[in-house]
């Protein structure tokens, strides 16, 4: 009975994600005929899911979602995203692609106030684009390096997909924001590395632009962008990031705390650069229609993990494992197979919520570092946002960015690299423990 329960719901599951179904019906669907069959009674079937999603809305760590996210949304209203994008590129000298490397470093402070990566790739597509634009750069290597640092949102703290992660795992938020803090400098330094390269190297091709327009590409760039950078919003990002991440790191306050004090900083940063009240009210909206589904698919994913448990689920696909002798390595290898091919169908949350339930048990027994495993997790399921023919970062770009002329095949060519080196990253973290314990160790 057990082994038909698990082989109908989780195939009921994985059927109907794949045809486009929202993925919290999905789960919602699955876990009714799973918990029927198991238990052939519909009123205890019914009883338990009422049960499970009455706990999980009133989960009190929920709350760090939608804090972090209207926090994250206020300051990119606000214009200091466009602060930190040009004084990033006043601070980088005449080096080749500083534009690009201005938008990864944009990104990678961006993200250190808001656990959004939506929220930076629509950002920097309005802000950066334009501006490679101007200056000559190729439509493919500009949308590609905005694209991809954009997912620097989702490692960098306070990241959502961390804070999924850990309520998955019951492990603290605090110590993994800690964990993701060298991978997430070490990829925002290999994004930055790469886009000086391809620069060199002559791997971005200049624009067809008028006689008028034709200048130095580096040149342009300085005159491509405002001449000057407001403090307020820069030192503002630095101070809600100090105050809300190094309270938490420091035992001030929790992180559901912490993303209260966030959001009133971000408050304050918005009133101070003249963001109205109506633009605050849009802001709030923008990031309701952000959470509104991560949290329909966190309710699901509930449901979804009291089948798994009733059924004896991850006991079973554990002992699948175990069985074929793969080691370590081996396992590891499997599990992100599976997430990269489940990255080029199905959005990122999604493959959270489906798989780690799983694959978390197998780990442990294992005995894989958990913050360890959490990274490598992460990174290689943050790839997803990248591939295609999904990639739903890819497709937030090309939305955002006002170009009429740049195709999608040209921001899937130039996200390319970046979907590598995130690879390239989890596979350190993965040699390398201590790239991601150090820090936690300390706390």
Known sequence: MIETTAFVALGV???????????????????????????GDWQITLGLLQQTAFDGIRDYNLMVIPLFAVMGLLIARSGAAQDLFTLAN???????????????AGNAIFAAVTGVGVAAAATFSHIAYPSMKASGYSRSYAAGAIAG?????????????MIVWAILTEQ??????????????????????????????????????????????????SDALPDRV?????????????LTLGGIWGGYF?????????????????????????????????AGMVVTPIMFLLLGASMYAKLLALAGVPQLVGELFLSLHLGMGGTILVMVAIWLVLGCFVDSISIMLLTVPLFWPIAQSLQVD???????????????VLSPPFGIGVFVVKAAIPDAELKLGEVFRGVVPFWVLILVVAVLVYLFPPLVTWIPSLL
Not at 149 to 161: A, D, E, R
Not at 274 to 283: C, H, I, W, Y
Request: with cysteine.
């Open 254 to 286: 929790t992180p559901t705390e912490g993303s209260a004090v966030g959001l009133v900083g971000g408050i304050v940063l918005s009133l101070a650069k003249g963001l109205r009240l109506e633009q605050m009210r849009d802001a709030s909206r923008e």
């Open 90 to 104: 006043r601070s980088l000298g005449r080096i080749p692609g500083r534009l690009a490397v201005a938008t990864v």
């Open 370 to 384: 958990p913050i360890v495993f959490a990274i490598v997790g992460i990174l290689v399921i943050e790839a997803g």
């Open 149 to 161: 640092s954009s997912v620097l949102g989702l490692l960098i703290p306070p990241s959502v997909f």
């Open 13 to 39: 599951i994985f059927v109907l994600a794949l045809l486009g179904v929202h993925v919290a019906l999905t789960f919602l669907i699955g876990s009714t005929v799973g918990l029927y069959i198991l238990f």
């Open 230 to 242: 407001d403090p307020i919003g820069v030192f503002g990002v630095a101070a809600i990031i100090v």
């Open 172 to 221: 603290s938020i605090g110590r993994l924001f800690a964990g993701g803090v060298l991978p997430g400098i070490l990829l925002a330094v290999l994004f930055g590395l790469w886009c000086v390269v391809a620069a060199a190297r002559g791997d971005r091709p200049r624009q067809s632009l008028s006689s008028a327009a034709v200048k130095p590409v580096e040149d342009a760039d």
